[in-house]
């Protein structure tokens, strides 16, 4: 909603920098969960369409997008997402759904029970132990910020809009091109 509040292509495009600069902000503080928020916003269809104001970004913020992409792909099982978490020191705002999904996979993958005698699948248990004790583990410590009444009104105060509404937005900003040829 923020960079689609831009009056002019230009001004869209320093919004997305700013976005950019944020999301690069939460990754060297260890916030995967704002991070993954702020890139699935980028992302999304009503901001990637935006082809004019795409155009205002500088070189390095659209680097730095590449390098926030790449780390949270989901190739090869998130792989550099999981090597950049082995990395964290406390504290840590993990990306949940990674940890979500290992545990889906350990209960859908297998037994509840083990032979005749319906005994515990304790590996299963063990598998999702971990899983668990390795999320709490990144979420022991805390950061330290200065509470800013301001800024608190202003996220208090905003008004969200849904996938639909956002598009429109989009289109009012950024019309459709009309690519019809002339015979």
Known sequence: QYILSGHSAKQ?????????????????MD?????????SSIESSSITRLKKSWEFIDKEPLEQLEEA???FSSVSNWKSYRQRIQQCIVPCIPHIGVFLTDLTFIDDGNDDTLGPHSLLNWKKLTMCSKVISDLRKLQQGYYHFT???EIQLIFSKSLTMNEDALYKRSLQVEPRQNNTNNK
């Open 69 to 71: 992409k790449n780390m």
């Open 31 to 39: 916030n995967f969960h704002c991070s993954v928020a702020l890139l």
């Open 12 to 28: 869209r495009g320093y919004f997305l920098m700013h976005v950019i600069d944020i999301l690069v902000h939460c990754l060297k």
């Open 147 to 149: 509470v800013v009444p």
